[in-house]
Structure formats: structure tokens, C-alpha cells
């Protein structure tokens, strides 16, 4: 089966420990994102990356930083600098290319920092 | 810079009726995807119908449908033949050509009673 796997489902952390958020796909995606989602707001975009190797900031990065170095993984890692870091996280995959085409999520991470 | 609004925080709706989300999004941009994701209490999103700007027709997914006002920057969706299983969180989202970048409105919450 094709998909969007992120692993674990429930993360829980230590306040001041970095914790790396798992994305792996096996839909041969060019591209793939990392979004968090507060109560009562929609998705906000962390980071991006179109190609291997390569990636870009999106609207909420600070605290956060990824790497792309395969084109099936996109890990997140969520430093210590971020100051709210408990939230819900989605990695999502898209074609990518020259199209522009709609975006497929994985099930989510939610991560708890006490 | 793009917004997506979604003016309605919650919906209900009684089984096998019809119920209308509303949508509206502000660019200056001419190319552009629209999308209405679904997410039900599990969490994982779920791409439920895809418009793309250039294209007059309204999108139709089984017992979904959009009504796409270009010129009025509006996007809704028309559940028909409401189901138990429609119950989740609706989001507009609205994908630019240029950026590639996906922008969410804040959701709207339905709920489908028997």
C-alpha cells in the first residue's frame, strides 16, 4: 500500500530536550512539508522541500529544522529554542515537478512537552 | 500575501439532508487550486474535492460538490445526502502555482446527527 507513514502517534518530551518527528513515503512524492496544527486554528507550514537535498523555510520555522538527505524521508526536529512546542504535527507529500498538484497527508504526530 | 476565510466555526446538519460550507479567500494571483480537506476525529486529513481556478465547471465528488465564484473569490462546499460519517472538521485550502505553499482557513466543524 502507498502512503504517508509518521511515527510515533504520541510523542511525549521533556521541556529543553530536541525530539526528531518521523516521515517516511513510499509514493515516489518529489516533494513534502511539515505542518502544525493548534486547537482552533488550521495548519500552519514549518518547512518545505521540492527535491532531495534541498529545503525552505515556511511561515513558522523557528525552533524547528528538517533535512531531506533521501526522497522518501523528511524528518522534523523540534529544538529546545521553540517555545510552545506542544502541538499536532502532519508531514504531507505531494507529485511536485513542474504541476502543481493537491497535497497527501499522513495520520499525524502529537507531540506533548512538559 | 493570500487568506482563506472560513466564516462558520461549527454546522450541524441532520442525517440525509444537505448542508452548504462556506469559503472565501483573498489573491491577486489568477492561477490557483482550491481544495476542501476532511478531518474526522481521527485526525488524518482527507482530501475530499479539488477545484482548479482556471476551470468554470464546479468540481462533483459523489455527494460533494463546490459552488467556485471566481470573480467573488468564493469556494463552498455542498454536502448532499448527509451521512453519519461525514461528522469532522472541514478545511478550505487554497494552493498557489508560484509558491507551491498550501494555506488553510481556520475550519469549520460539522456535525451530522441521526
Known amino acids: 500500500d502507498g502512503g504517508i507513514t509518521q511515527s510515533p502517534k504520541y510523542l511525549f518530551r521533556k521541556e529543553g530536550q530536541n525530539v526528531t518527528l518521523s516521515c517516511e513515503q513510499n509514493?515516489?512524492?518529489?516533494?513534502m512539508y511539515w505542518y502544525r496544527q493548534d486547537p482552533g486554528q488550521g495548519l500552519r507550514l514549518i518547512y518545505y522541500?521540492?527535491?532531495?537535498?534541498?529545503?525552505q523555510k515556511g511561515d513558522i520555522a523557528e525552533g524547528y529544522s528538517v533535512s531531506r538527505e533521501k526522497k522518501e524521508s523528511f524528518p522534523l526536529t523540534v529544538t529546545s529554542a521553540q517555545k510552545n512546542p506542544t502541538a499536532f504535527y502532519l508531514c504531507?507529500?505531494?507529485?511536485?515537478?513542474?504541476?502543481?498538484?493537491?497535497?497527501?497527508f499522513g495520520p499525524g504526530t502529537r507531540l506533548t512537552v512538559t | 500575501a493570500q487568506t482563506v476565510t472560513q466564516s462558520q466555526p461549527e454546522m450541524s446538519v441532520q442525517e440525509a439532508e444537505t448542508v452548504t460550507l462556506s469559503c472565501t479567500y483573498d489573491?491577486?494571483?489568477?492561477?490557483?487550486?482550491l481544495f476542501w480537506y476532511k478531518q474526522p476525529p481521527s485526525r488524518q486529513m482527507i482530501l475530499v474535492i479539488r477545484?482548479?481556478?482556471?476551470?468554470?465547471q464546479n468540481a462533483t465528488e459523489n455527494r460533494f460538490s463546490v459552488n467556485f465564484q471566481k470573480a467573488a473569490k468564493s469556494f463552498s462546499l455542498k454536502i448532499s445526502d448527509s451521512q453519519l460519517g461525514d461528522t469532522a472538521m472541514y478545511f478550505c485550502?487554497?494552493?498557489?502555482?508560484?509558491?507551491?505553499?498550501?494555506?488553510f482557513g481556520t475550519g469549520t466543524r460539522l456535525q451530522v446527527f441521526p
Open positions: 504531507a507529500s505531494s507529485i511536485g515537478g513542474a504541476q502543481t498538484y493537491e497535497q497527501y
Open positions: 509514493l515516489n512524492h518529489d516533494a
Open positions: 522541500s521540492q527535491i532531495v537535498n534541498d529545503f
Open positions: 489573491t491577486s494571483e489568477n492561477n490557483y487550486y
Open positions: 477545484q482548479e481556478a482556471y476551470k468554470q
Open positions: 485550502a487554497f494552493l498557489s502555482t508560484d509558491t507551491d505553499k498550501l494555506i
